[in-house]
Nanobody, 120 residues
Framework: QVQLVESGGGSVQSGGSLKLSCAAS???????WAWFRQAPGKEREGVAA???????MYAHSVKGRFIISQDNAKNTLYLQMNSLKPEDTAMYYC???????????????WGQGTQVTVSS
């Protein structure tokens, strides 16, 4: 059974940094990964995605500030978040699938989320 577990969320002041991790178990084949976020009262939005070749894509709102990466040996996905802003406050979710959904929330496997709060 596939399980994705996020960690690394927390509270930080504006301009600070956080690094999120997503550990996958029961998921050993090549896949596509992504990070999403959802703030209260808003729709889930794609933040960053990485394909099986390591190519990445980012939402316009985080481009230049966030970096998605993966460690295939550890079956772990990361999101380095720099220059955080209050509008980055949300629950962050990792997702995975064998299909490349880019930043669309159609991935088959999802973690439970980790909260990121940025104060001004």
């Amino acid at each position: 059974q596939v399980q994705l577990v996020e960690s690394g969320g927390g509270s930080v002041q504006s301009g600070g940094s956080l690094k999120l991790s997503c550990a996958a178990s029961g998921y050993t084949y090549s896949s596509y990964w992504a990070w999403f976020r959802q703030a209260p009262g808003k729709e889930r939005e794609g933040v960053a995605a990485i394909d099986s070749d390591g190519s990445t894509m980012y939402a316009h709102s985080v481009k230049g500030r966030f970096i998605i990466s993966q460690d295939n040996a550890k079956n772990t996905l990361y999101l380095q978040m720099n220059s955080l802003k209050p509008e980055d406050t949300a629950m962050y979710y990792c997702a995975a699938d064998r299909i490349w959904w880019e930043l669309l929330p159609r991935y088959n496997y999802w973690g439970q989320g980790t909260q990121v709060t940025v104060s001004s």
